[in-house]
């Protein structure tokens, strides 16, 4: 329990004691949250982060260096296990509200996120090779993307969805 009545989306724990959890809510306006447990879950605590984004995926690398990503292609980062969060700039805001999903890094430098983008609902790829500073357009189109996990630098799968055609 957080103490506080929002969605939550994405946990990852880097060991059995310590997590984070991500999510937001639409109530009174739309707010992110970032959660983070040193006592495997027992009791949470609530990070600092400025965003009106909902969040929808949190991976760490180690203890201190982690990423949160969600709606509108937002991208954070922390390097001091969440007590500050920097916002990266994942270039796939076209001007239309776009989403990302999952977040996953292999190492400090190397990362991928996937998710959409409007207005076709089409699947996003994006790495980074520098940390998060530049995130690179790999792939667009097709399915939108959920989960994106990867076993090493070459290596890596993507799950998704058809495009909803509604949108």
């Given at each position: ?13 880097i ?28 009791t949470?605590?609530?990070?600092n ?15 201190t ?19 500050n ?6 270039g ?21 996120a ?6 076709n ?36 799968w ?9 949108i």
């Amino acid at each position: 329990d957080c103490g506080v009545n929002v969605a939550l989306y994405s946990i990852y724990f880097i060991d059995q004691n310590v997590g984070w959890a991500v999510g937001g809510n639409n109530y009174y306006g739309q707010h992110g949250y970032i959660f983070h447990t040193t006592d495997g879950g027992e009791t949470w605590t609530g990070q600092n982060i400025e965003t009106n984004s909902i969040l929808y995926s949190v991976h760490f690398f180690d203890q201190t260096n982690g990423w949160a990503i969600g709606e509108n292609g937002e991208i954070h980062k922390t390097t001091d296990g969440g007590d500050n969060w920097i916002s990266q700039i994942s270039g796939i805001n076209y001007g239309y509200p776009n989403q990302l999903n999952s977040v996953y890094f292999i190492d400090y430098t190397t990362g991928w996120a996937v998710g959409y983008s409007y207005p076709n609902g089409s699947g996003e790829i994006l790495k980074t090779t520098d940390g998060g500073q530049i995130w690179t357009e790999k792939a667009n189109g097709g399915y939108v993307l959920q989960s994106v996990y990867f076993v090493d630098h070459l290596t890596g799968w993507t799950v998704g969805r058809y495009p909803n055609t509604s949108i």
